[in-house]
């Protein structure tokens, strides 16, 4: 209850909203519900002048929100408020919200009943034309405030991605991320891969029980490119592509690691990659 209300609850916009929303609820609520015994004002009208009379008397008690929310949103600007504060904010609305209407009764059209009971049958009515419109829009606001945080973390999620590889084992469950630039080349070894990349200036291999061709197919679209039957090589860092008589070799800046040798049937679409990532 300490804790500072959500920063869209006093965003212009959304207090705005709020005030119309609570406006056209209270009309609707005075003239289905007829509250404050609002049908005896206008004795003899006809229900259209009614409307319009009921419906000045409420919009002239829902200023007391436009002066309140006015108020509110210039003090959460610079001192936001806390949740506990904010429920005693809304009390004091709806207790000058039901003396206005309780001063009207006893004024206006002189009603003779005593002005405890009839304070208190203001504060129940006005509770219902406020706290329903206010918890609605409150819900509704946190639930779009939700699917934009949701939003931004699948978009950071996405950006993250983009320059993480992230590889899972054969039931799909994560295993490893390692940056792309760190990742050299992938080995098969039987059941498993060999994940070789750099790590903290060395070069670390990493076991992950999977099938080469699963990595080829998980990593179709990105940097990691199949050369051989037994080897993915990551052409971030492919620095060199040699021939030798009938043999290709694939290359890197690190003399740790060894020369990776490339399969004919491969051969045409790893010189395409080394031309497109070089380049």
């Known amino acids: ?26 009309l609707i609520f005075i003239n289905i519900y007829q509250p404050f015994n609002s049908r005896e004002w206008y004795v003899g009208v006809s229900q259209f002048k009614y409307f319009l009379f009921s419906s000045f008397v409420i919009l002239a008690g829902v200023l007391v929100v436009v002066i309140s929310r006015i108020i509110m ?5 610079k001192h936001p408020i806390t949740v506990i504060a904010y ?7 709806i207790l000058s919200m039901a003396t206005f209407y309780t001063a009207f009764e006893g004024i206006v059209l002189h009603d003779t009943r005593d002005f405890f009971e009839m304070i208190k049958q203001s504060v129940i009515n006005t509770s219902l034309v406020l706290l329903l419109p206010y918890s609605t829009t409150w819900l509704y606001f946190a639930m779009r405030d939700k699917s934009k945080k949701l939003e931004r973390y699948r978009e950071d999620s996405i950006l993250e991605s983009k320059s993480i590889f ?7 469950n994560l295993r490893l991320s390692v940056k792309k630039g760190q990742v050299y080349y992938i080995e098969s070894a039987d059941n498993y891969v060999k994940i070789h990349y750099l790590n903290r200036g060395k070069m670390s291999i990493f076991m992950l029980r999977n099938k080469i061709k699963k990595i080829e197919e998980d990593f179709r679209d990105s940097t990691l490119t199949r050369c051989h039957r037994s080897y993915i090589v990551n052409f971030d860092n492919v620095k060199v592509l ?9 290359g890197f800046d690190n003399e740790q690691i ?4 490339v399969s004919r049937s491969y051969v045409e679409n790893v010189v395409k ?3 497109k990532y070089s380049s």
């Open 166 to 172: 992230l590889f899972n084992d054969e039931k799909n």
């Open 273 to 275: 990659m080394f031309y």
């Open 1 to 26: 209850m300490n804790e500072k209300i959500p920063e869209y609850l006093y965003e212009k916009s959304v207090i705005i909203k709020t005030i119309i929303f609570a406006s056209v609820f209270a």
């Open 258 to 261: 060894p020369d990776i040798p």
């Open 73 to 77: 949103y210039y003090k959460c600007r």
């Open 242 to 250: 040699r021939k030798e008589k009938d043999s290709t070799f694939i």
């Open 87 to 93: 429920i005693l904010w809304v009390a004091v609305e």
